[in-house]
């Protein structure tokens, strides 16, 4: 009696396309794993953090605002309202205090270049800047 044997043929899965995408898949996971570990720097490795130091009191500092309305910019020391003219002298008068420049963000890069040259001017280089925006009416 005869025994009965398959036919010859290839009929196993074709595993070539599937090792392929393995593999690379593999190379992607590498890819953005090194990607992943660079965006994240020790701060013991910038220069700057071994020779920064935390003052316990930080300098006191001004508030030197910039308004838009409608006749053009208005400005400010603290609450009291100046000309840009004066900025020099009230930025004189106070040397122990810091600058912090806050402007509105409608106001142009022109404009803020006279207040800091004026700043300048009263020999302050310490100078914060900030941006403020009008709550949503």
């Not at 599937?18 to 890819?31: G, H, N, P, Q, Y």
């Not at 309305?69 to 002298?89: A, C, F």
Request: proline share 6%; hydrophobic share 40%; net charge negative.
């Amino acid at each position: 009696m005869k025994g009965w044997a398959p036919d010859d043929s290839n009929d196993a899965p074709d595993l070539t396309p599937m090792i392929d995408v393995v593999f690379l898949l593999i190379v992607f996971f590498l890819v953005v794993a090194q990607r992943m570990s660079e965006q994240y720097v020790e701060i013991e490795k910038l220069a700057i953090s071994k020779i920064a130091v935390i003052e316990e009191e930080p300098p006191p500092r001004t508030i030197l605002s910039i308004a838009h309305t409608e006749e053009g910019p208005q400005y400010y020391w603290g609450e009291m309202n100046i000309y840009l003219k004066d900025v020099s002298s009230f930025v004189k008068k106070n040397k122990e205090q810091k600058v912090f420049l806050r402007v509105d963000q409608r106001i142009t890069h022109g404009i803020v270049q006279e207040v800091l040259r004026e700043i300048g001017e009263g020999e302050q280089v310490d100078v914060i800047f900030g941006v403020f925006q009008n709550p949503v009416e």
